[in-house]
C-alpha cells in the first residue's frame, strides 16, 4: 500500500502517459496482497495433485512431560469444484486399530463422514459439526485436520513481515463456516510457494490460543508443496502436539470408487 | 476345518507378509445377589483372545482370518472357540466377491439389532446380541455411484449357544443346544440367501433388503420326555429397511421389519435419536444423548426384550489422552414396567492396554417379561485388555 501511494504522488507531479500506466500496473502488483489472493495462490500451490497416500505419526505431549503415540494412514482424491475425499485409517494405539474414517468434504454446507468402527464391521455416518473438538485427544482440532479450502475463509488483511530474517506474508482470516472453534488466524505464508510456516489461532473470546510451526517443505513432482513436520503448540494449556507425514505417494492413481462408503468394510 | 486352517496358517507364516493383531482380555464378573437357579456362580473369571491375520496374495485378492476364544472359570458352556472371520477376497473390475466365513453389519440403532440378521449372534459374549458369530457365505456386492447391491448365498446356519448350569445369564432350565431341532428337513444345511440395496443422498443414509432362510433366533421348547429345554429354528422371509437422517448435532434413525414365520407374520421397529453436544467443558468433553422407542407387534407374545421399550442413554466421551468413555443406558418396558440398566466405562492405558469396567442391573422386573429370568443376574465386570 505504501509503494502504491509514493507512486501515486509521483504520478501526479508527471503528466505523462506513460505515468499512469505506470501507476496502474505497481498498484495491481501491490493488490497482489489481497488476503484473498494469496489464500488462493495457496491452494493452488497445494493443488493439481489428484490422488495420494501419506501415513502420520502423532505425537501427544502433556504439560507433565508424558508422551502419547498415534499412527494413521490417509488416502485423499482431489475433487474439482468441491472439497476433496479423504480416507483415514487408524493404525495405533492399538484400541483404535482398524478405525477408520471417510470424509466426502464440501465448500458449501456439511461435510459428508462415515465412521468404520472394526469390532462390529459397523459403518456409522456421523455428523461433522463437531469442528472444534480435539482430534485424537491431540492439539489438532477435526477443523486443523481438513484440507484448506480458501472458499471457507474470508480474508481480512495481507501484509509483508519479516519472521526470521525473511520477508514473508502475513495473512489474517476469519473462518466462514459453521462451528468453528477460531474468531480469526493469522498465517504467516512463505513469498515464494504460499503455504504457511505458521499459524496463529484466536479462540472464541479472541485470545491467542495455538501455535503451529509448519516445516520441512518438499515440492513432489505435480508441482504440489507439502510440509513434513508440523507442531501445535496449546498457549493455553502448554501442551503440545508434533504430526510428522512421511511417504507420501502421489502416483497411487485413486479414483471416486476407492471412497464410496462401502469401502470402510474393507480397508485394511 | 482345523486342516484348512492350519494350511491356511502356515501358508501366511511362511511368506512373512501376513499382518497380524492379537489381542488378550482377562476379565471378571461378580454377581451380588443370590442365584436364582442351583448351581449358578457368583464370580466369573475368564480370559479371551482375538487374532487377526490379514494377507494380500495379489493386486485383487486377499486373505483375513479372525479367531476368537474365551476359557471362563465357572461355566464350561462359555468356553468356546470361533472363527469369526475366514474370508478370501476379490476385487473385480465393477464388483466385489467374498467367499468364506464373515461377519455382516446391518442398521443405525443403538439399543437393539432389529435388521441385523445376516450372523448368529454369540450370546456367550454378549446377551443383547452386539457380538456376532462367523457365518459361512459367498456374497457378491456391486458398488454404483453412491449405491450398491449385496447379494448373499449362506450355505451353512451357525446355531447359536446358551449359558451352562453355572452359568448366571440362562434361561430357569438349561438349553440343550445339542437338540436343537429345524423346520427344514435340511437343518443346518438349508441354504439360505439375501439381497441388499444401501446408499446414501446428502444427509441421508438408507438400507432395504430381503432375507430367506433359517431364522436365527429360535424359539426355546419344551421336551417333557427328556424335562430339557431344546431350540426349534423356523423358517423365515423378512423384508427389513433402515434409515438416518444426518443433521448438525441430531442423528435421526429408523429399523423397521416385517416377518413371515410359518407360525407368525408381525412387524417390529425401532426409531429415536442421537443429539450431540460438543465442547462441553474446557477440556473439551463430548456428550450424546440417545432415545430410541422399540416396538414389536407381537407385544406381550413376543420373546424379544424389545417389544415396547424406551431407550435412553447417554455416552459422555472425554477426548482426552487415554480415550475415557462413559455409557449408560436405560431400558424401560411400558409393559412389564422393567428397567434394564447398562454402564459401560472404558479407558487406554498407554498404547497397549485398555480397561474397562461394566454393569448390568435388572430392576423392577415384571413376571411375564423374558428377561425375568436374569432379575438376580445384575452383575459388575472389570476387564483388562492387552494388544501386541
Not at chain 2, 77 to 98: A, C, F, M
Amino acid at each position: 500500500m505504501l509503494l502504491c501511494r509514493s507512486i501515486h504522488i509521483a504520478s501526479s507531479i508527471s503528466k505523462f502517459v506513460a505515468g499512469a500506466v505506470l501507476l496502474l500496473s505497481v498498484c495491481a502488483a501491490a493488490s497482489d496482497l489481497d488476503p484473498q489472493v494469496l489464500m488462493k495462490e495457496r491452494k493452488q500451490n497445494y493443488s493439481g495433485w489428484g490422488s495420494s497416500e501419506v501415513a502420520l505419526t502423532m505425537t501427544l505431549h502433556t504439560a507433565s512431560g508424558q508422551l502419547s503415540v498415534r499412527k494413521l494412514r490417509t488416502q485423499a482424491l482431489e475433487v474439482e469444484n468441491d472439497g476433496d475425499k479423504a480416507l483415514t485409517i487408524f493404525d495405533e494405539p492399538m484400541d483404535v486399530s482398524g478405525v477408520a474414517l471417510l470424509t466426502h468434504s464440501h465448500i458449501t454446507g456439511a461435510d459428508d463422514q462415515w465412521l468404520f468402527l472394526p469390532s462390529l464391521k459397523r459403518t456409522k455416518r456421523i455428523s461433522s459439526s463437531n469442528k472444534s473438538g480435539a482430534f485424537m485427544g491431540s492439539e489438532f482440532a477435526f477443523e486443523d485436520m481438513s484440507s484448506f479450502e480458501y472458499e471457507k475463509y474470508k480474508g481480512i488483511s495481507a501484509r509483508e513481515e519479516m519472521m526470521d530474517g525473511k520477508s514473508v506474508y502475513l495473512v489474517e482470516m476469519e473462518p466462514d463456516y459453521k462451528d468453528s472453534g477460531y474468531t480469526r488466524m493469522l498465517t504467516w505464508l512463505d513469498k515464494n510457494h504460499k503455504q504457511p510456516l505458521k499459524v496463529e489461532f484466536y479462540d472464541r473470546k479472541n485470545t491467542l490460543l495455538k501455535t503451529l510451526i509448519l516445516s520441512d517443505y518438499r515440492q513432489y513432482p505435480n508441482k504440489a508443496w507439502r510440509a513434513h513436520v508440523l507442531k501445535m503448540k496449546n498457549i493455553q494449556t502448554n501442551k503440545d502436539t508434533e504430526l510428522l507425514f512421511s511417504n507420501f505417494n502421489f502416483t497411487v492413481s485413486l479414483n471416486d470408487d476407492d471412497f464410496n462408503k462401502n469401502v470402510l468394510n474393507r480397508i485394511r | 476345518m482345523k486342516k484348512v486352517m492350519f494350511l491356511l496358517l502356515s501358508i501366511m507364516a511362511s511368506t512373512g507378509f501376513a499382518d497380524t493383531k492379537t489381542s488378550l482380555d482377562l476379565s471378571h464378573r461378580y454377581f451380588w445377589e443370590e442365584p436364582a437357579y442351583e448351581g449358578q456362580a457368583s464370580e466369573q473369571t475368564s480370559l479371551a483372545f482375538q487374532t487377526e491375520m490379514y494377507f494380500k496374495s495379489s493386486a485383487t485378492d486377499d486373505f483375513l482370518v479372525n479367531l476368537f476364544g474365551r476359557v471362563d472359570s465357572a461355566d464350561s458352556e462359555r468356553d468356546h472357540i470361533d472363527v469369526r472371520e475366514l474370508l478370501w477376497r476379490h476385487y473385480g473390475e465393477n464388483y466385489q466377491l467374498d467367499a468364506g466365513v464373515g461377519i455382516v453389519y446391518w442398521g443405525v440403532a443403538e439399543s437393539q439389532r432389529l435388521v441385523n440378521v445376516i450372523n448368529q449372534r454369540d450370546s456367550l459374549e454378549d446377551v443383547l446380541g452386539n457380538v456376532a458369530l462367523g457365518q459361512p457365505m459367498i456374497k457378491l456386492e456391486i458398488p454404483l455411484d453412491s449405491s450398491q447391491w449385496e447379494i448373499y448365498l449362506l450355505p451353512y446356519f451357525r446355531e447359536r449357544d446358551f449359558a451352562g448350569e453355572e452359568g448366571r445369564l440362562r434361561t430357569p432350565m438349561v438349553v440343550n443346544a445339542d437338540h436343537a431341532r429345524y423346520e427344514s428337513a435340511q437343518e443346518e444345511q438349508h441354504v439360505d440367501y439375501a439381497l441388499r440395496y444401501s446408499g446414501n443422498y446428502e444427509n441421508i443414509d438408507y438400507g432395504i433388503a430381503y432375507f430367506e432362510g433359517t431364522q436365527r433366533d429360535p424359539t426355546l421348547m419344551y421336551d417333557s420326555m427328556l424335562n430339557e429345554l431344546y431350540p426349534f429354528y423356523s423358517q423365515m422371509k423378512q423384508l427389513g429397511m433402515d434409515f438416518q437422517y444426518t443433521g448438525d448435532t441430531w442423528l435421526w434413525k429408523l429399523e423397521a421389519l416385517y416377518r413371515d414365520t410359518s407360525n407368525d407374520q408381525y412387524a417390529a421397529t425401532v426409531f429415536g435419536f442421537e443429539k450431540s453436544f460438543y465442547g462441553i467443558s474446557d477440556s473439551g468433553a463430548d456428550i450424546a444423548w440417545l432415545m430410541e422407542y422399540n416396538w414389536d407387534e407381537r407385544k406381550k407374545r413376543s420373546p424379544s426384550y424389545f417389544q415396547n421399550d424406551l431407550f435412553s442413554g447417554i455416552r459422555w466421551v472425554l477426548n482426552n489422552t487415554d480415550g475415557t468413555e462413559l455409557l449408560v443406558g436405560i431400558l424401560y418396558d411400558f409393559d412389564y414396567e422393567t428397567h434394564f440398566s447398562r454402564l459401560r466405562l472404558n479407558s487406554r492405558i498407554g498404547a497397549d492396554w485398555a480397561v474397562a469396567m461394566e454393569a448390568y442391573l435388572f430392576n423392577n422386573v415384571g413376571n411375564d417379561d423374558p428377561l425375568k429370568a436374569a432379575e438376580n443376574d445384575d452383575f459388575i465386570q472389570l476387564s483388562l485388555k492387552y494388544y501386541f
